[in-house]
C-alpha cells in the first residue's frame, strides 16, 4: 500500500501569515489602524515561555503591534483582573490571549471571563463559544487549534467536508468541543470520543477524518485508523529519546506516525502540523479582531474558514 500523503503544517501557516501580512498592509493603508496583541504569561513555565516568544515573533513579522507582559508566579489574580482591563481599554491592543495555564491560585474561569469577547483571540470566552456553537462564525473568535485543524484537513479532502465521518477524540474546551462543532458545520458526522467511550478502536476505524487531540504519546496505531483516512493530531507530547543522547527528549503526537503512515490517507507530523497553524491562526484572529474593531469586516484576512 502506498504512504500516506503528509500534510504540512508549515507549508499552510505560511500561506497563511502571508495572507495576513497582506490584510495587515491594506488595513494600515486603509484606516491607519495597526493590529496590537498583547500576550500575557505568568509564571516561567519552560513550555509556555517557548509558545509565547513565538507567538510575539510571529506578531511582528505580521506588521502587528506586540507586547509581551511578563508576570511572576506569585501575581495576584486581582492584579491580573487589572492588567486585562487595562488592555480592554487599550485602544491599541486588538487582541489579548493569557497564556494558560494560570498558576493555582487563579481561576483561568475568571481571567478568560474578564477578556472582552471581541478581544478574545483565543475564543475561549462563553460568548465565542456560544457564537460558535450556534454557528454566528462571522462574529465568533474561532479557537485557534481548532480553526488550523479544520484547515489542515481540507488541505488533505478539499472544501467539501460534507457527509464525512468525523471522530475527534478528546472533549476539552479548547480543543474536542470546538472541533467538533466546526465539523459539525461543516455537515461531517461527528463523534466525540473520550475517556470513557467503549470500543474506541472500532470507532475511529470507521472515521475517514480522525482528530487526536488527547494527550497520550502515540495512542492511536494502526489497528484504529481506516484505509485512506485524513489524521489530524494535534498531540504534543514529549517523551525520552535515548537514542539522541542521555536525557535527550523528543515531540510526539498522539498518533504513532510510523505506523499510520502505511495505513491513512494523509496525515499531520508532529512537530510541524496542527502547532505551527495554531499560532498562524492567533495571528489571524489579531488582524480579524482590528479590521472588526475598524468597522471593516471586509479588510479580515480571507482564509476562507
Ligand atoms: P485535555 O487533557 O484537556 O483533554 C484530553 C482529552 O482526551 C479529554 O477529553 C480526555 O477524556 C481524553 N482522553 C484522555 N485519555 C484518553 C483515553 N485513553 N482514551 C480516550 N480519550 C482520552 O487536553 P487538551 O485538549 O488541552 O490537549 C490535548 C493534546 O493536544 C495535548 O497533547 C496537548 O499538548 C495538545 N495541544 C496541542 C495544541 C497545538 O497547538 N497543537 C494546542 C492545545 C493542545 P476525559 O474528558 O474523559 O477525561
Known sequence: MSQAQIISGKTLAATVVETVKQATARLIAQTGIIPGIAVVIVGEDPASQVYVRSKGKRAEECGFLSRTHRLDAGTSEADLLT??????????????????????????????????????????????VGLLSSGNRSRAMIPCTPA?????????????LSGLNAVVVGRSNIVGKPMAALLLQESCTVTIAHSRTREIEALCRNADLLVAAVGRPQMINAGWIKPGATIIDVGINRVDAPEKGEGKTRLVGDVDFDAALGVAGAITPVPGGVGVMTIAMLMANTAIAAARAAGRADLEPDLSL
Not at 481561576?107 to 478581544?119: A, F, G, R, T
Not at 488550523?148 to 467539501?160: R, T, Y
Open 83 to 128: 492588567l486585562v482591563e487595562s488592555l480592554n481599554a487599550d485602544a491599541a491592543i486588538h487582541g489579548i490571549l493569557v497564556q494558560l495555564p494560570l498558576p493555582q491560585h487563579i481561576s483561568e474561569e475568571k481571567i478568560v471571563e474578564s477578556i472582552l469577547p471581541e478581544k478574545d483571540v483565543d475564543g475561549f470566552h462563553p460568548i465565542n
Open 148 to 160: 488550523g485543524s479544520l484547515m489542515l484537513a481540507k488541505q488533505a479532502l478539499g472544501e467539501n
